[in-house]
């Protein structure tokens, strides 16, 4: 299900899945490993860094070496998605993808192998295409593996009726998740009604009846059609030797027999629409929305570019024309575009988010007036350079990170040449206003829209859709680039990060820098600031949550969409307390954070527009079972005052706290508590070390608070457990919550072994987790769950928890099993085999988070804070390392006590009674 977006919308077609078009390909010029070719492999074509290759049975190979990070992407995409399935087997393809991690005979337990290797991994299904990935640390023992298992798992899979049997309920339960969302509804509904025959019409997920209903053997007959090398794309990128990578992925994948069969061909054409059309979901909720869809061409055609430009140009936020003309006015909440289905012809999505209570009408009359004006005012020179600039930052961010491309690979290759990234970028800068303004007039018109009632009329204004061109007429004019990309092969242990280091205090600021070189010249900042204390910040929370939420909305100097403008111009992605910016504007960047931090101004309408919104989303999770468990686990473990800045606060007394807060506290509360007092602040990435302190000391010395900074010192008391149990109508999905707090810091000597432990038990193990082996792989009760523990910095605060959903009427079984494998895991305790498994995954995990210069640049602040250095984070690895079984399970036996472990469980009571009755 595509989700629905707020903001900026880039112009980037996100293509959702695809079969392959044709299958010509545009040759260049070979690079040298074509000279060291496996027999039969050929070479295909390379840009600008990723290479293709194709096997004699069909898979095409792509392979991008980056060796600037030690992790390896292994992505690889089906080219079968929802869009392929035939009636009564909706839902089939997404199901397929869960199965598929059940294992095969030669893998049995492909979860325990992804746990041991710190693999992080997932599976995603859309309408035209499934892909499958994972991301590891870089080195030849799992590189070699991850590609054996994917080659294994293409035709091996058990696809057994005893795996279908539990996982069908599982999917069932995201499934009832869905139908927990508002927009998620709306758009299932949304997809129903405007198409009339083509599968497009269908939700990814599938139709209830058809995931509980669905045949083992249609099941195994649609993987033996689809997974197949000749239906495949693998993608490779990372730091690996390629010729290696080659060697083993034509071992693998290369002893596969292409096979015989012909694939379906499907010839559905959605037929020209001949009248506008409308649609009413009613249920139980706290948010009303609107959405208008007008039907579109495929992604290949050239006016998808143009109609994509028009969406953000009408509701992206600050900058959007209904943005400004409806949510700074406050007559709507909110306003978004997104878009359906690119392979064949979909759909171009307008919608808002209207307060309850408020005329949907009137909304959507705003809306539709917003669209018609648009085609008189064409887009204006600033907001289309704004949507170039911010297409360029996208793309350029994207091929700077490997970790990344592979997911967004699969919807290019889905578009059938996965080349069609590099065209469509290029592409972007060329949408004339003109093009846009043509085809808001060609397509966003009357009759070619799904909400409305139908009207007799005797000259329909159609919109004849037209056919795109194949691959490749739309490739015939590209021309492919250079790599120039390039980043140092740094070594992330904790030694190292140390070693590169260079710590120091400007003002009143500690300052750690750790230049490198990077990828695309990157560099991330992080800054942590102190102020106030327990006496002076009392009665403050919701007050300094606005401050700080208005911070970017507007200031001495710049507008909220002025100030946009400035952080895209300096490529700034994230926040000002946590960005990413380049080398070249890394100085202008942090003088623009010290800026807005000083400087902000507090704009009325933009606070206005803020409450209105904090008012609508509380509003809105008055009976989402999630917030209504959570809420009330906080009451119960409260240990503060009303007032305090940490405590708690009720449904209502949140929503009175955001209908009394007042601007004026929020700018009081700016001028006396901003400044620099006491901070730290760590830059990660490829920037000259010199020059940036004088830039920190330029724009942060001096800069003082008026109120003094003093450690909130947390408390810790014993909690009575209770059980606690709320009903929340009409809701397809429940939620079970359990707690207990503990006496824990992390420099105790039980918090490895508890770690490990938690890793085990449900904390990190992912699908190998003790519960969720129980709750998803055995039982088939829940999409998900699992286990958190943490531990106190510097107080003795810790706390253990268990967490998951159900439906309602399997929240009791789901309740049940829970405490069964939390008895036998304090009874047997853990094995020896799963010790050494979580010590690999999670040392793996950890070193994976090291290689990210964010979590290197936040984790330093910290570090400052605390006193330590990175060599604390390899006291910690070596201390995982050495634990044995015996002292991981005394250390959980003698903290975790399920009489102690408070449940709160949040789910519809007649489903759940009504289930019982039967």
């Not at 290797?117 to 870089?138: C, K, P």
């Not at 966003?444 to 795109?468: K, S």
């Not at 005394?890 to 709160?904: G, L, N, T």
């Amino acid at each position: 299900m595509p989700q629905l977006r707020t903001g900026k919308q880039l112009s980037l077609k996100p293509v959702l899945r695809a079969l392959v078009l044709g299958g010509v390909f545009l040759f260049t010029a070979p690079v040298a490993l074509a000279d060291k070719l496996p027999n039969g492999v050929s070479q295909v074509t390379s840009v600008e860094g990723i290479t293709e290759y194709r096997l004699p049975n069909g898979l095409r190979v792509l392979l991008m070496p980056d060796a600037s990070k030690p992790t390896v992407t292994v992505n690889i995409t089906y080219l079968v998605g929802s869009r392929h399935e035939s009636y009564g087997e909706t839902g089939m393809a997404h199901l397929l993808e869960h199965l598929l991690f059940k294992g095969t005979p030669t893998n049995p337990k492909i979860t325990e192998e992804f746990n041991k290797r710190g693999m992080r991994i997932n599976g995603t299904t859309s309408m035209d295409r499934t892909n499958y990935f994972e991301l590891f640390q870089a080195s030849d023992d799992n590189l070699k593996w991850a590609l054996e298992m994917e080659a294994d798992r293409m035709v091996n899979s058990n696809i057994a009726k005893k795996d279908l049997d539990t996982e069908m309920t599982v999917v069932r339960n995201e499934y009832e998740r869905g139908e927990n969302s508002p927009g998620a509804v709306l758009m299932k509904r949304m997809q129903s009604v405007a198409f009339d025959w083509h599968n497009y019409g269908n939700s990814t997920i599938g139709n209830r009846s058809d995931i509980e209903n669905v045949k083992i053997e249609n099941l195994q007959a649609f993987y033996r059609n689809y997974y197949q090398p000749d239906n495949a794309v693998l993608l490779v990128a990372g730091k690996f030797e390629a010729e290696k990578a080659l060697q083993w992925i034509n071992a693998s994948f290369g002893k596969i027999t292409k096979p015989t069969r012909s694939l379906p061909q499907f010839w559905t054409t959605e037929p020209t629409q001949d009248g506008e059309r409308s649609f009413v979901v009613r249920r139980k909720g706290d948010v009303q929305m609107v959405m208008i869809a007008y039907k579109v061409p495929a992604g290949l055609h050239h006016d998808r570019d143009a109609l994509n430009y028009a969406g953000s140009i009408l509701a992206s936020a600050p900058h959007g024309r209904l943005h400004k003309q409806l949510v700074e006015s406050g007559k709507l909440v909110q306003v978004f575009s997104t878009s359906l289905g690119h392979v064949e012809p979909g759909l171009a999505i307008i919608g808002a988010v209207v307060k309850k209570g408020e005329s949907v009408d009137a909304a959507r009359d705003a809306l539709l007036a917003g669209i018609e004006d648009f085609k008189n005012n064409p887009p204006t020179k600033e907001e289309l350079e704004r949507l170039k600039r911010d297409n360029a930052n996208f793309y350029e961010k994207l091929l700077n990170n490997h970790e990344s491309i592979g997911v967004s690979m699969s919807e290019y290759i889905a578009m059938g040449d996965w080349r069609y990234l590099f065209k469509d970028r290029d592409d972007a800068g060329n949408v004339s206003s003109e093009e846009v303004t043509a085809a808001v007039k060609k397509y966003l018109v009357r009759d070619n829209r799904t909400v409305g009632t139908f009207i007799p009329e005797d000259n329909p204004q159609r919109a004849e859709v037209p056919v795109a061109p194949g691959i490749a007429e739309a490739m015939k004019d590209f021309k492919p680039k250079a790599a120039t990309l390039t980043g140092e092969v740094f070594d992330p242990s904790p030694a190292n990060i140390d070693k590169r280091t260079k710590i120091s205090n400007i003002g009143n600021l500690q300052v750690a820098l750790l230049p490198k070189k990077t990828r695309g010249e990157t560099v991330n900042v992080s800054l942590n600031l102190h102020w106030g204390d327990e006496k002076t910040l009392f009665g403050k929370s919701t007050v300094m949550g606005f401050t700080g939420g208005l911070l970017s909305t507007g200031t001495s100097k710049y507008s909220r969409a002025q100030l946009a403008d400035e952080m895209s111009k300096l490529k700034m992605s994230g926040g000002l307390y946590s960005f990413q910016t380049t080398k070249a504007n890394l100085p202008a960047a942090l003088e623009l954070v010290a800026h807005v931090l000083k400087e902000a101004n507090f704009p009325e309408s933009e606070f206005k527009q803020l409450k209105e919104r904090a008012l609508v989303n509380t509003e809105a999770s008055r009976n989402e079972p999630s917030a209504v468990a959570s809420r009330a686990m906080a009451q119960h473990f409260n240990t503060y005052p009303k007032g305090d800045v940490r405590a708690s606060m009720t449904l209502e007394e949140t929503l009175d706290a955001l209908r009394n807060v007042k601007l004026e506290d929020i700018k009081a509360f700016h001028k006396d508590f901003y400044g620099v007092s006491k901070g730290e602040l760590s830059i990660v990435g490829d920037f000259d070390v010199d020059s940036t302190k004088q830039t920190v000391a330029k724009v942060f010395d001096g800069w003082a608070s008026k109120a003094p900074f003093s450690r909130l010192v947390s408390k810790r008391e014993e909690i009575s457990a209770i059980r606690k149990t709320f009903n929340t109508p009409d809701k397809e999905n429940g939620v079970y919550s359990s707690r207990m707090n503990l006496s824990l810091r992390e420099d105790d000597a039980d918090f490895a072994a508890l770690r490990v432990a938690n890793y085990i038990f449900g904390g990190g193990a992912g699908m190998n987790s003790r519960v969720m082996e129980r709750i998803r792989q055995k039982d088939g009760l829940s999409y998900g769950g699992g286990s958190s523990l943490t531990a106190g910095e510097i107080d003795p605060v810790g706390s253990f928890s268990i967490s998951a959903t159900a439906a309602p009427q399997n929240l009791e079984k789901l309740e049940i099993a829970v405490k069964e494998e939390l008895t036998r895991a304090l009874k047997e305790g853990f094995t020896a085999d799963e010790l050494a498994k979580a010590k690999s995954g999670l040392l793996q995990q950890r070193v994976q988070g090291r290689s990210s210069d964010g979590a290197v640049a936040s984790g330093w602040n910290s570090n400052l804070y605390l006193k330590r250095t990175w060599a604390w984070s390899q006291a910690m690895d070596d201390k995982i390392q050495t634990l044995t079984v015996e002292q991981v399970n005394d250390a959980f036996r003698r903290y975790i006590e399920p009489a102690k472990m408070s449940v709160f469980i949040a789910a519809d009571e007649a489903k759940a009674k009504a289930a019982a009755s039967k």
